[in-house]
């Protein structure tokens, strides 16, 4: 498998053939994940200081609405500041354990596609554009696509994770014999 570096978070990651199909792809994934779990479930944290489901899918919504304002500001001026956020305050402040899960799914679905659908109509030739970040200079639209290609994939296997312990802990049947 092909390994690519993310300039964004530093990590190596699976190289991505098409970006815009695996972002299109990913509320979807999301929604199926979060599918069938009851509401404690959702909430439950795997650790100390580590996001539940819920949390997780509604960072995924804002980081989406962060991202949307980000794309189209970088398409349009040029020399544009990204502003970054404290990703564990927006959780704690916008209350994500008590938001509703629904409406956060619709809407990264919704923003998502929105998102893609402005991706393919500029075209390929605009992700080239560039905005500057206060913590790792110069970055493309592209790199920002590629990234967030990354981060969705991450958080859901973190949820996968999670789903996977939840069920692990499940009491089992007593056998009959």
């Not at 100390?48 to 398409?75: M, T, V």
């Not at 409406?103 to 679905?109: C, D, G, I, T, V």
């Not at 605009?126 to 290609?149: D, K």
Request: hydrophobic share 45%; proline share 5%.
């Amino acid at each position: 498998m092909k390994m690519e570096h993310c300039p964004l978070c530093g990590k190596e990651m699976p190289a991505v053939a098409n970006p815009l199909k695996a972002l299109a792809e990913t509320p979807e994934r999301l929604i199926a994940l979060a599918r069938g779990v009851a509401r404690a479930e959702l909430l439950k944290r795997p650790a100390p200081g580590k996001w539940s489901i819920q949390e997780i899918a509604c960072h995924l919504a804002d980081a989406e609405i962060a991202n949307a304002w980000r794309y189209r500001k970088i398409f349009v001026e040029d020399e544009f500041h990204i502003s970054t956020y404290d990703q564990d305050r927006w959780a704690a402040v916008l209350q994500y354990r008590r938001q509703d899960l629904r409406l956060a799914l619709e809407q990264f679905r919704a923003l998502r596609a929105r998102n893609v659908a402005l991706m393919k109509l500029v075209g390929r030739k605009a992700w080239s554009r560039t905005a500057i970040h206060p913590a790792l200079g110069v970055l493309s639209v592209e790199q920002i696509i590629v990234h967030q290609v990354h981060h969705s994939a991450n958080h859901l296997a973190q949820i996968e994770r999670i789903r996977k312990s939840l069920k692990s802990r499940e009491p089992r049947a007593a056998s009959r014999g």
